[in-house]
Structures are given as C-alpha cells and as structure tokens.
C-alpha cells in the first residue's frame, strides 16, 4: 500500500497518518518531522534547514527529495508506506514518480485533507501557544498558508487527473475525521481502485 497524504499546514495531517499506519501496517513518514529531527545535529545543512523552517518556507527540493530517497529503501518501507507532508512541489512530484518507478511500484491514493482557512489560522495559533513550534508564530504562520497555496495547492489537481485524489473533510472532532477518512478508502477499495483494507 503506498499512500500520500495531503493538506494545508494545520489540517490534522500528522495525527491522521499515524492512524492510517497503524491501519495498513506501513510507516507514517513525515518529512517535517524528520527535518524537526535534525534540529539535534550540529552540521551546517541541519542549521539552514532549522532557518528556513522556522520562516515558514520549503526547504530545497534537492534536499527534501534526497532525504526522502533514503528513507524509502529502509527495511520497513518494503510493503508500502504513507507519505506525510512529501511531495509539495511539482519536482518533488517528478522525483517522488521516478522513486516509484524504479521500484517497479505504484500509488494507490492520494488523500486530501481539506479545511478551511479561518480554522487552519485559528489551530495552529493554539499549537503554538501550547508545543511552542517555532513556525507556529503568525508571521510564520502566514507563510506557510501562502506557500501552500501557491506551490503544493496545485498538486491536487495532478493526482486529481491521475485518478488518485480522495478527498476528506478534516472539519470537526479528529475521530469523526479517521471514520470520514477510512470510509473514504474503503469506499475507493469496493470500487476496486485499492486494494481491500485489512
Ligand atoms: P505543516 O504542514 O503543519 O506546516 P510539517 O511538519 O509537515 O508542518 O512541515 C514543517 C516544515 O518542514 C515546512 O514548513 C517546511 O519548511 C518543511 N518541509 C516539510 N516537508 C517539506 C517538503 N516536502 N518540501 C519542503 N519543505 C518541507
């Protein structure tokens, strides 16, 4: 089972893609995540990631794509995985392609997660009064909205034409959002486009 899941910064995509994980069996990968991870280590590249996150931008496609490139042979990537936050840019979508490829494998949906923006706003400024995530400010904040919008929004519409989008409502109390999601994935697997959840 190899997933995407997709959504603007504070849709609730991280605390879905565990539960879909843990679902199928495969590894929730967030690339966020991983570049939060590098906050630990003292190098150069570690540094100017922290930057660039902290501002709200994407960090470089060469560097996002090579991160993921090599977190995908991992051993438990072998029966699929679910991809958080990875591809937001048209070149990681040609990158992400060309992984599948080689691997002689192929995406079996896309998930959406759509929320609007008032909330989105709303959200992430609780998370930051709380976790203190240092791209939680409202100076950041507005950037990631606006990044989003421009550079992965589109996105959509290509796995939209490619057959894959699955689109979910992540409005409401997060449970509501897993049944919506699941039910939304079982209905595509009796339409025979996935294969069957366990
Ligand atoms: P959110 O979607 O809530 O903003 P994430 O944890 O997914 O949070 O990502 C946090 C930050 O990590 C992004 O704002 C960006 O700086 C960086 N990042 C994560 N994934 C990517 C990616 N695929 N390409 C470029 N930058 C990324």
New binding site residues.
Partial sequence: MHLLIMGP??AG??TQASRIGGHYSIPAI????M?RAMKDSDTPLAKQVQE??TS????PDEV?NAVVADRLVADDCADGFLL??????LD?VSFLDGVLKEADCELDAVISLSVDADELVARLTRRGATDGRA?DTPEAIRT?QQVYADQTAPLLDVYRERGLLVEVDGLGDIDDVTRRLFAALDQRAGDGALVASS
């Fill in positions: 910064p504070g995509k991280g967030s690339t966020g995540d570049f660039i996150m709200g931008a994407y960090v996002t958080d936050g990875y591809p937001r840019t990681q791209d990631r």
